[in-house]
Structures are given as structure tokens and as C-alpha cells.
């Protein structure tokens, strides 16, 4: 069966592969699984049937079947799962895949989204100038971290896995900063991320929907 998500039919990202559904959109052509987008308004996404779907009003969800999820970090763990690609076989390989996969989430991104979201909700408090710098330092420490641990390796445990998936997708929201150029070998990471054909063909279809309001499946 063919799975439906849910996506922005505005994304507020720009275009630029941000929003949450990227994610599952890359997982989906990691693994060869087709699917199918169901373009939502802003408006849309507080209405009682999309709330019946994803209680928090958010994007993405993952329909298949009687099989109904929503978020993106989930849904990508359920694919990785139930299709080869995003999984090593070996048992503790595949444990620690999926421990990266709860780092990206749980300790990266944290501080990057908040620092996101400041940048737009505080801008014109008083204390913005003071705050910004704390937070790119909190940044920081996570992506030294980070940077002491990938070292020179290709991918953060072996073959590219679902851990390497959601922890490129974290460092891609600091696109608009330069603070991963201060990590040479974390922006490389993220460009070897963004190499593969899987995530191209995902951000394609994604920037679809941003500049012609059209899925492309």
C-alpha cells in the first residue's frame, strides 16, 4: 500500500528542505517506497480530521493502511524498521544506530530550534543581543561534541544509517548562521548528506510545493 503524508501547501522554510516533512520525504527515498502528498493549508491544520490525525496540529503525518503516525522522528524509525536501508542488520549496530537517531532529536536540535525561534519571537526585547550569543555558545558545545566524535569518518557508525538521516537534517537548520563553517568536518558531513541522491530527489520534491504550490511524487 502506497503511504500518504502530509505537507505545507505554503512551507513557511522557503523552500529550502526545512520543514518536517523532508525528513520523512528523504526516509521514504532512502528505502525506494512511494508515497503520496496531501497538500494542507495553514488554516487546515487545526481542523478537527487533521487533528484526529496528529493531535498537535503540526505536519508531517504517515497514513498506510489502518496505520496512522505522526511525528517526523517516528515515522522514520517505522520505515527504517520495515525496510532495508536506513538500518544495519547487526543487532548492536542497529542499536546504536537508533540511539543517533534519539541524539539528533533529543540533544542537537534542541538548542538550534530554540535559537530559531528566539531570532523571531524576541528580536525587539531588550535583552535579544545578550541572549543570541548564550545560545550560539549551547550550539557550539553540542557540535564540538559532535565534531570530536565523527572525527574524519564518513558517516557517525559505519554505513550512512537513520541516525546520520535526522542528524543532517538538524545541522541543515543552521544553514542560515555560520557556525557549523566553524566545524569543517560537520559541514562536510551535512554536504555528503545532501549528495545523495535520495535526499536531491526529496528536496525536488519538496521545493515543488514551495514554488509551484504542486506535489511531486
Known amino acids: 500500500m502506497v503511504p500518504t503524508i502530509t505537507a505545507f501547501a505554503r512551507s513557511p522554510d522557503g523552500g529550502r528542505g526545512l520543514a518536517r516533512d523532508m525528513v520523512v520525504r528523504w526516509a521514504l527515498e532512502e528505502v525506494g517506497q512511494p508515497y503520496t502528498v496531501r497538500l494542507l493549508p495553514f488554516e487546515a491544520m487545526s481542523q478537527p480530521d487533521h487533528v ?8 508531517p503525518t504517515y497514513e498506510a493502511g489502518d496505520l496512522v503516525l505522526f511525528e517526523s522522528g517516528a515515522i ?6 520495515r525496510h532495508a536501508g536506513l538500518l544495519p542488520i547487526d ?3 542497529r542499536a546504536r544506530a537508533v540511539g543517533w537517531m534519539f541524539a539528533a ?3 542537537v536540535e534542541p538548542p538550534i530550534v530554540e535559537r530559531e525561534q528566539v531570532a523571531y519571537t524576541e528580536r525587539n526585547e531588550s535583552w535579544y543581543a545578550q541572549r543570541l550569543p548564550l545560545l550560539d555558545d549551547r550550539i557550539r558545545r553540542r557540535l564540538r561534541q559532535l565534531s570530536d ?5 564518513e558517516w557517525l557508525d559505519g554505513a550512512f544509517s537513520a541516525g546520520d538521516l535526522l542528524m543532517v537534517m538538524v545541522l541543515r537548520r543552521l544553514g542560515g548562521t ?7 568536518n560537520l559541514a562536510a558531513y551535512v554536504d555528503r548528506g545532501e549528495a545523495r ?8 520534491a519538496q521545493h515543488k510545493v514551495f514554488t509551484d504550490g504542486t506535489a511531486l511524487e
Open 52 to 59: 484526529a490525525l496528529q493531535p498537535f496540529a503540526q505536519i
Open 76 to 81: 522514520v524509525l517505522h520505515l527504517a524498521q
Open 91 to 93: 543487532d548492536d549496530a
Open 105 to 107: 532529536l533529543n540533544t
Open 149 to 153: 566524535r565523527l572525527r574524519d569518518g
Open 178 to 184: 555560520r557556525i557549523l563553517a566553524e566545524f569543517p
Open 197 to 204: 541522491p535520495a535526499f536531491r530527489h526529496a528536496y525536488a
